[in-house]
């Protein structure tokens, strides 16, 4: 795949599956054999059935759940983007019970694709941040 495929297929994982709940999408945009880097919650599955778990739980905690990509980099088979993301805690996330509170945080993403697929992904996540405005952190 060119450059400019790899761009637009890693940019498709957080504004069409993430942004419209197109769980379907993610056998299309990922490799069977995809190995997460970045820390999935505990008690999750490996590879791709971890991500449609963890996808599945952010949108149904998260219903209104919107990324925008800020940027997205690419060189070779190795892509990299930053997004800032929204929802409105509606449901359980990670034991914390509904808010009702608006949220915002900012990821960074790595990823590794074969073949237009993502092979491989590491990330980094404003945890603390999203913590605090759930209000279970000072």
Same mark, same amino acid.
């Not at 994982?13 to 490799?31: K, R, S, V, Y």
């Not at 940027?71 to 930053?82: C, F, I, P, Q």
């Given at each position: 795949?060119?450059?400019?495929?790899?761009?637009?297929?890693?940019?498709?994982?957080? %504004?069409?599956? +993430?942004?419209? &709940? =197109?769980?379907? $999408?993610?056998?299309?945009?990922? @490799?069977?054999?995809?190995?997460?880097?970045?820390?999935?919650?505990?008690?999750?599955?490996?590879?791709?059935?971890?991500?449609?778990?963890?996808?599945?739980?952010?949108?149904?905690?998260?219903?209104?759940?919107?990324?925008?990509? %800020?940027?997205? +980099?690419?060189? &070779? =088979?190795?892509? $990299?983007?930053?997004?800032?993301? @929204?929802?409105?805690?509606?449901?359980?996330?990670?034991?914390?019970?509904?808010?009702?509170?608006?949220?915002?945080?900012?990821?960074?993403?790595?990823?590794?694709?074969?073949?237009?697929?993502?092979?491989?992904?590491?990330?980094?996540?404003?945890? +603390?941040?999203?913590?605090?405005?759930?209000?279970?952190?000072?």
């Amino acid at each position: 795949m060119s450059t400019e495929q790899n761009k637009a297929n890693f940019r498709a994982i957080p %504004e069409h599956i +993430l942004n419209t &709940g =197109d769980f379907d $999408a993610i056998d299309q945009l990922f @490799t069977a054999d995809y190995v997460d880097h970045a820390a999935l919650p505990p008690g999750l599955p490996d590879g791709v059935e971890g991500v449609k778990v963890f996808f599945r739980m952010l949108r149904s905690a998260f219903p209104d759940l919107h990324y925008t990509v %800020e940027v997205v +980099l690419a060189e &070779g =088979d190795l892509a $990299a983007g930053h997004v800032s993301v @929204t929802g409105t805690h509606k449901g359980e996330f990670m034991g914390i019970p509904p808010t009702g509170k608006q949220l915002r945080w900012t990821e960074t993403h790595m990823g590794r694709l074969v073949d237009g697929k993502l092979a491989e992904h590491w990330g980094d996540y404003d945890q +603390l941040g999203m913590l605090q405005q759930l209000g279970v952190m000072g």
